[in-house]
C-alpha cells in the first residue's frame, strides 16, 4: 500500500498562498491522492481529491506531478481558520483492501496574522 | 442538510467494561467506516460497512465490532476495554463503496471521545 511522506509543521502569512507538500512516491497508477484537514480534533474535513490531472474547487488547488510521486495542496489565500492539520492520504483501490483511506501524521498549518 | 451525526460526543469507562458507540450517515449514504485516533496520530481504519454488509477490516482485536443497521445506521461495540482504547473514534459516510468520484468521498463525523480509566 502506498504512503505519505509530509513535512511535520508548517507557518505561512494570512492573505498568502499557503503550499502544502507531500510525498507519495510508491503510490499505484490507479491510487487516488485524497486531502482532508483537521481542526483541533474535530472530525477530519475533506478538501480534494485527484488521480492524474491538477484539480480545483472552492477550497484548494491539487497540483500532482506528471510521474504522480509528489503533489501540493494549495490554499490560495490562507486566513486564520485554515490553521489546522493537513492530511494527503493515498486511497486504496481494491476490492480486497476495501477503498481504504491510509493516514499519516499530517502537516500542522500554522497561518500567522 | 445533516452531516454525520455521532453520539455521544464523550464517554468515561473503567478497564474491563464495554463500550457501544452509534453513527448516523448523512441521509442516503449506504457506506459507513469507522476510524480509532489517538492523540497526535493520523485516524486508522477499524472497520468498513456497505449495504448492511462487513466491507473490510482493519487490524483490531476481536474485541472490536460492529454492524449496520436497514437503516444504514451503524455501531461499533468494543468490549473489555483496555487503557489503550482511549482515543477518539471518528465515523464516516459515503454515497456509495469506491475509489474515487464524488459518490465515495467520505464525510467524518465530530467523533466520540472515549476516555478509559
Known amino acids: 500500500d502506498a504512503k505519505t511522506t509530509q513535512p511535520p509543521s508548517m507557518d505561512c502569512a494570512e492573505g498568502r498562498a499557503a503550499n502544502l507538500p507531500c510525498n507519495h512516491s510508491t503510490i499505484s497508477g490507479n491510487e487516488y491522492v485524497y486531502w482532508y484537514r483537521q481542526i483541533h480534533s474535530q472530525g477530519p474535513q475533506y478538501i480534494i481529491h485527484?488521480?492524474?490531472?491538477?484539480e480545483t474547487n472552492e477550497m484548494a488547488s491539487l497540483i500532482i506531478t506528471e510521474d504522480r510521486k509528489s503533489s501540493t495542496l494549495i490554499l490560495p489565500h490562507a486566513t486564520l481558520r485554515d490553521t489546522a492539520v493537513y492530511y494527503c492520504i493515498v486511497r486504496v483501490v481494491s476490492r480486497v483492501s476495501n477503498y481504504q483511506l491510509i493516514w499519516g501524521a499530517g502537516t500542522k498549518l500554522i497561518i500567522k496574522p | 442538510d445533516a452531516g454525520v451525526t455521532q453520539s455521544p460526543t464523550h464517554l468515561i469507562k473503567t478497564r474491563g467494561q464495554h463500550v457501544t458507540l452509534r453513527c448516523s450517515p448523512i441521509s442516503g449514504h449506504k457506506s459507513v467506516s469507522w476510524y480509532q485516533q489517538v492523540l497526535g496520530q493520523g485516524p486508522q481504519f477499524i472497520f468498513q460497512?456497505?449495504?448492511?454488509?462487513?466491507?473490510g477490516r482493519g487490524n483490531f482485536p476481536d474485541r472490536f465490532s460492529a454492524r449496520q443497521f436497514p437503516n444504514y445506521s451503524s455501531e461499533l461495540n468494543v468490549n473489555a476495554l483496555l487503557l489503550g482504547d482511549s482515543a477518539l473514534y471518528l465515523c464516516?459516510?459515503?454515497?456509495?463503496?469506491?475509489?474515487?468520484?464524488?459518490?465515495?468521498?467520505?464525510?467524518f463525523g465530530a467523533g466520540t471521545r472515549l476516555s478509559v480509566l
Open positions: 485527484g488521480l492524474k490531472n491538477n
Open positions: 460497512y456497505y449495504e448492511k454488509e462487513e466491507r
Open positions: 464516516a459516510s459515503s454515497l456509495e463503496l469506491g475509489a474515487g468520484g464524488v459518490y465515495n468521498i467520505q464525510y
